[in-house]
């Protein structure tokens, strides 16, 4: 089972020690402010793999497997450097400096609106991991979605809206 970056409770994983100990490394990007949204793009939602249902920290998920929407307030927290260069639920590479997210049942990949109701911004992440496995937590965000959104400073309410293929489309 594939679920490496978010099989931790979250407690560890915020506030100092996690986020980067200066500027981003060389080449690693610019300022988390300039790192541009992701870009949604239609991809196929395969069952099995990374959309299988699974068991996290002794509760079973059924991961959605059809484009379909999903919204949710709740709680945001964030992963960092402790999970930097490990393998997603995607198999992807968790880069703290890309706009991802991990989510427990949004099919992957997916893309997501997030919210900060707090201050108003809105980002686009990918989502290519599962998580948070806090129960009162609804999404992690990767350290530079964390900083773009203004909830780096530990657990944030959010919204957040899965977009939907005819989303992508028409480019909402």
Not at 20 to 36: E, F, I, L
Not at 123 to 143: A, E, H, M, T
Request: charged share 20%; net charge positive.
């Amino acid at each position: 089972m594939l679920l490496a970056a978010c099989t931790t409770t979250q407690t560890a994983t915020m506030g100092t020690g996690n986020g980067p100990d200066g500027p981003p490394p060389a080449g690693s990007g610019p300022d988390p402010q300039q790192v541009p949204d992701a870009v949604p793009k239609i991809e196929p939602i395969v069952s099995g793999g990374p959309n299988k249902p699974y068991e996290a920290l002794g509760r079973n998920y059924t991961p959605v497997t059809r484009d379909e929407p999903l919204a949710e307030r709740g709680l945001a927290s964030w992963y960092g450097k402790r999970f930097h260069g490990r393998r997603t639920a995607s198999g992807e590479l968790y880069n703290m400096y890309a706009m991802t997210a991990a989510h427990r049942t949004m099919p992957i990949p997916s893309y997501a609106r997030v919210r900060n109701p707090v201050n108003g911004r809105e980002i686009i992440v990918r989502i290519n991991d599962r998580g948070p496995f806090s129960k009162d937590r609804v999404i992690d965000l990767s350290w530079t979605a964390a900083v773009k959104l203004g909830v780096q400073g530990g657990v944030s309410a959010v919204e957040v809206t899965r977009l939907t293929n005819d989303d992508i489309r028409a480019g909402v």
